[in-house]
């Protein structure tokens, strides 16, 4: 069994917030999987359904941010999970919107529900680190991940959503490289080889016939009477 946490904040006041982007990954594949309801437990909300061959736990933890751990924890331990069983999907300033990566283990780099899981259960889980940019000072950050997404951010958002889910799957099976291939079709994909050739030559007009001239049937003496009028 795989428990997928999605890290955010409960309520409508921060749902489009950029802090909540980990609730909006597992939201995305919970609709687009066919898993069950979201209903109460482990302190958040869960919902069960399956990914390719692989059992799958979504939980989103109403704990608020800098408690996410206490609702992980709760989950792992009913189940008899490790750490390894575990992928986290969570904002990360340090990559520009709309990129996408993998990480096992590391730091927090100050980020607060993280921080809540490294205390609860180590650092050795999966991460699904999805960027939103940094503001550009640290006495900003609060700010900047506490506010909604602009509406120019609505495409690339969906894009990256889409592929997640879409090799959300891949995921579960622990083939992260074919994972990142499906979030690259969506936020990346290849452009057409077929492409015009401006060189191409045009078709020569067709060129105009000269009339042959018709035979001079003249005798030499009206030739020359000709000549003279």
């Given at each position: 069994m795989r ?8 309520g ?9 982007i980990?609730f ?13 309801p ?6 958040g ?8 061959s692989?059992?799958v736990?979504l939980?989103?933890?109403e ?5 996410s751990?206490?609702?992980v ?6 189940y ?5 069983d575990?992928?986290v999907?969570?904002d990360?300033?340090d ?8 990480k096992?283990g ?6 607060n529900?993280l ?20 503001p ?6 609060s ?5 909604d997404?602009?509406k ?10 889409r ?17 990142m291939?499906a ?17 191409e ?16 049937d ?12």
């Open positions: 428990l997928f946490v999605g890290l955010g904040n409960p409508a006041k921060y749902a489009r917030n950029r802090h909540n980990g909006m990954a597992v939201d995305r594949i919970a609709d687009d999987h066919g898993f069950g979201w209903r109460s437990k482990f302190q909300q869960v919902a069960e359904g399956r990914l390719g692989e059992k736990l939980l989103k933890p704990t608020f941010m800098n408690l751990g206490n609702s924890q709760a989950a792992m331990q009913f008899k999970l490790t750490p390894d575990i992928t999907f969570h990360e300033l990559l520009a919107p709309g990129k996408c990566r993998v096992t590391g730091g927090h780099a100050g980020h529900g921080r809540s899981l490294h205390a609860q259960i180590g650092d050795s889980y999966h991460r699904v680190r999805i960027g939103i940019g940094h550009g000072h640290k006495d900003m950050v700010h900047y991940v506490l506010h997404f602009a120019a951010d609505e495409d690339w958002i969906d894009d990256l959503l592929g997640i889910s879409d090799g959300a799957a891949d995921l579960a099976a622990g083939d992260t490289g074919r994972f291939n979030v690259a079709l969506r936020t990346a994909p290849p452009r057409s080889s077929k492409t015009p050739d401006k060189t030559a045009k078709p020569a007009p067709a060129s105009e016939s000269k009339p042959e001239p018709e035979p001079d003249r005798s030499t003496l009206q030739k020359l009477v000709d000549k003279f009028r």
